[in-house]
């Protein structure tokens, strides 16, 4: 059974930072293309960031670019998610993505991802 465990989210003011981690049982990191998304109120889930299988490859949103670092951990099996720089417009639940079937080599789609996790909480006050 896939779990993807969602860390690290809380109130920051704008200009800070924060890091989420995406704990994963039961799926291999590194055996895995995984993406961050997220959804702000009324809104739909939206790209942020994703990493290859192979993690030589990421790619980021444009609205994140140079703000926010897809990375992992092997050994921790663990995805993180470094954001700087936040803005109110940051605020939304961030979500965890993982796919483990082959075709995809970065996903930037909702329906690319197979396992998600519950969602972590970003609120940028201004």
């Known amino acids: 059974q896939v779990q993807l465990v969602e860390s690290g989210g809380g109130l920051v003011q704008a200009g800070g930072s924060l890091r989420l981690s995406c704990a994963a049982s039961?799926?291999?990191?590194?055996?895995?293309?995984m993406g961050w998304f997220r959804q702000a109120p009324g809104k739909e889930r939206e790209f942020v960031a994703a990493?290859?299988?192979?993690?030589?490859?990421?790619s980021h949103a444009d609205s994140v670019k140079g703000r926010y670092t897809i990375s992992r951990d092997n050994a921790k099996n663990t995805v993180y998610l470094q954001m700087n720089s936040l803005k109110p417009e940051d605020t939304a639940v961030y979500y965890c993505?993982?796919?483990?079937?082959?075709?995809?080599?970065?996903?930037?789609?909702?329906?690319?991802?197979?396992?998600w996790g519950q969602g972590t909480q970003v609120t940028v006050s201004s």
């Open positions: 990493i290859s299988r192979s993690g030589g490859l990421t």
């Open positions: 039961g799926l291999t990191v590194s055996s895995s293309a």
């Open positions: 993505a993982g796919r483990t079937k082959f075709g995809v080599v970065v996903g930037t789609r909702t329906n690319e991802y197979d396992f």
